[in-house]
């Protein structure tokens, strides 16, 4: 018995002095006990052995013990707490992120700590098998989050049994981590700027934690749902037994009103028929055409913004960024350039001058002198420039800056936006370049309002969205060339919700003087918002897109074309071509814009 007292102590006094030196503080008290009241900063509680002292046990406790004195040397709590999210998600995300931070710190320091933290996180699914496919439910979001941070912060691969816990959610955390990931890393020794830089990486991490919870509940609704109906199946089933038990003593006229009732339920199943045409099913009743104009609202817009390019960048990124996009320019076909080269040709020759002739006065027509030599009681006759309507027009490039668009398709849109303004600001048109995408991936902000207000039915659009202003129309493009390298920085491109940004655009052009408004629209698919979608009729942002559509079409002066990337948006809009490859959108850009002003021309010369 004494000798196992022995080691129990050595153990304790190993432990101590372990902590003592990883964290470099020599007056920290170590208790081993659960009772054991904190009396100041300096102390440090630790489970108390037990006889038999395991190495399991001895293992966890040196974990734990790591940790803490990693906590002590590389954390300050006051930094912490004033950086922490006000959410209750939020705030256990962001510690999560924080213990990897200082834990990996020790990992990279200490070779001997990596299997001592591996053993804190094991301890919690001991009791449970670590099978292959492990479950979301069986792994603590907070542990995954932990796992595959500190394999990205400290460029080590854990052993199995910890990979199994983070594969369980690293197809929804890897992508997001790895995205943030170098910036985290160059900070990792700065808690302050760390923290600062993690707060994105909560927001997002939240989203789809909050995500899953919903798809959680929605299965669980669904598995209600079959219980009912297997519960109901089975009354039903009771009921007809009890019915056949019965004597047959009907009259001929309750078997007249029973073939009637059978008759009566026929048409009833039929008109319940999923075929919906006459010929299919002759009971079917067309249904009544909706006239009502459809109802569309955002949960929150609280969390929307309206951003300049600049202000989502530093100037010296944007330069490497646009720097970047400079050198695909050599990469591509010069096909661009020369449909730029042929619109600047085709609306340079629209700049004719254009006069009124016969007039009382203005210029003298120097033509019509010889008339009044020949005839002097002949009047003079003057004449005057008419103002060219071609300038008069501005240009709104609407980009697509969803999530689907990463690489060569926003790469080519941002050199078609590019060219194309300097093209026609050479010919004296103004141009607007804009994009649309959203702030967080899966409702960010927005979804965690509506989660924290119970959840309310039919919330509408339930993302935070976030519009970019790349170049306005009086900025010239000299100014503006730096902010397209935007498109291409990681993180930017998310989510997309068309109809908002349709009409966002469109109000921006109603309020310009131009007398001719001309908005193009540039996607690679329908509007998707999962957070919107799953909360929603599955059509709520697609019917929105419509409803905005026609609105333009028919109600307003403004000329609104789009051109869908490898997507048919002709289904939405009256002027649309789809296109298959992503490099054809340089000519497809040029030719419809030449297209329209062709006819403008057209219409010019029948009106005079």
Known sequence: ???????????????????????????????????????????????????????????????????????????????????????????????????????????????????????????????????????????????????????????????????????????????????????????????????????????????????????????????????????????????????????????????????????????????????????ANPFYIPPKENKEPFNYNAYTRKFDETINAQELCDIEELSRLRQNLDKQIDNMDNIISKLANRLQRKLMAQQNRWWEFNLEEGILDSARLPRIIINPHQSLSYKKELESEFKDTIVTLLIDNSGSMRGRPITVAALSADILARTLERCGVKVEILGFTTRSWKGGKARDEWIRNGRPANPGRLNEIRHIIYKNANSPWRRSKTNLGLMLREGILKENIDGEAIEWASNRLNKRHENRKILMVISDGAPVDDSTLSTNSGSYLDKHLRYIIKNIETNSNIELLAIGIGHDVTRYYKQALTIIEVDQLGGAITNQLALLFDKKKQTRLRAS
Do not use: C
């Open 1 to 279: 018995m004494t000798n196992k007292k022995n080691i129990i102590e050595n153990f304790k006094q190993s432990i101590s002095s372990t902590v003592k030196a990883i964290s470099k503080n020599k007056d920290l008290n170590i208790y081993f006990g659960k009772n054991t009241e904190k009396k100041d900063d300096n102390q440090i509680n630790l489970p108390l052995p037990s006889v038999h002292l395991e190495d399991m046990e001895k293992n966890e406790i040196r974990g734990l013990a790591d940790s803490i004195a990693l906590k002590f040397k590389y954390h300050d709590e006051k930094t912490h707490i004033s950086k922490k999210p006000k959410s209750k998600s939020g705030d256990s995300i962001f510690t999560a992120i924080e213990e990897s931070r200082y834990e990996s710190l020790g990992i990279i320091e200490f070779t001997g700590i990596k299997n001592n933290i591996k053993n804190n996180i094991l301890k919690k699914y001991k009791n449970n098998s670590l099978s292959n496919n492990i479950k979301q439910e069986e792994v603590a979001f907070e542990d995954a989050i932990k796992i595959i941070m500190q394999e990205n912060l400290t460029d080590q691969i854990f052993d199995k049994d910890i990979n199994k816990i983070g594969n369980a959610w690293r197809d929804e955390l890897e992508p997001i981590i790895k995205e943030n990931i170098n910036d985290l890393k160059e900070n990792i020794n700065n808690q302050d700027k760390f923290s600062k830089l993690s707060l994105n990486l909560v927001e997002q991490l939240e989203s789809i934690q909050a995500q899953t919870e919903i798809d959680e509940d929605e299965n669980n609704e669904d598995e209600n749902t079959e219980n009912d109906q297997e519960n109901e199946n089975n009354e039903n089933n009771e009921e007809n037994q009890n019915l056949d038990k019965k004597d047959d003593t009907s009259t001929e006229e309750e078997l007249s009103s029973e073939s009637e009732d059978t008759q009566t339920e026929i048409i009833d199943d039929e008109n319940s028929d999923s075929e919906n045409s006459r010929e």
